[in-house]
């Protein structure tokens, strides 16, 4: 049986716009994921112990583009992943 990707059936201008879009997306989650470690460090700095969970959701929210292109891969969807790109 064949596979058949989604993604093969969108026109290229689509694709492209969409991988612009989340290139976007990914810059400014980045940014904010960096900030929120920031912010836990300085709470933990400072005796608060919500300042783990700070981090933590930080480094979730920075990595999100890669958590998700890997659990695609790994479940068999690889073709799905688009490359954000900053164009």
């Keep these: 049986m064949k596979s058949l990707s989604l993604f093969a059936q969108i026109p290229p ?16 989650g980045f940014i904010w994921g960096v900030v929120k470690i920031w912010n836990g460090a300085d ?3 400072k005796g608060d ?23 695609f891969t790994i479940f068999g969807m690889g073709d799905g992943v688009l490359t954000p790109t900053f164009n």
């Excluded at 112990?49 to 998700?68: E, F, L, P, R, V």
């Design 49 to 71: 112990a919500d300042g783990k969970m700070g981090i933590i959701s930080g480094i979730i929210i920075a990595a999100a583009a890669a958590i998700m292109a890997a659990l």
């Design 13 to 28: 201008s689509l694709r492209d716009g969409l991988q612009a879009g989340l290139g976007i997306i990914f810059l400014f």
């Design 43 to 45: 709470k933990m700095s």
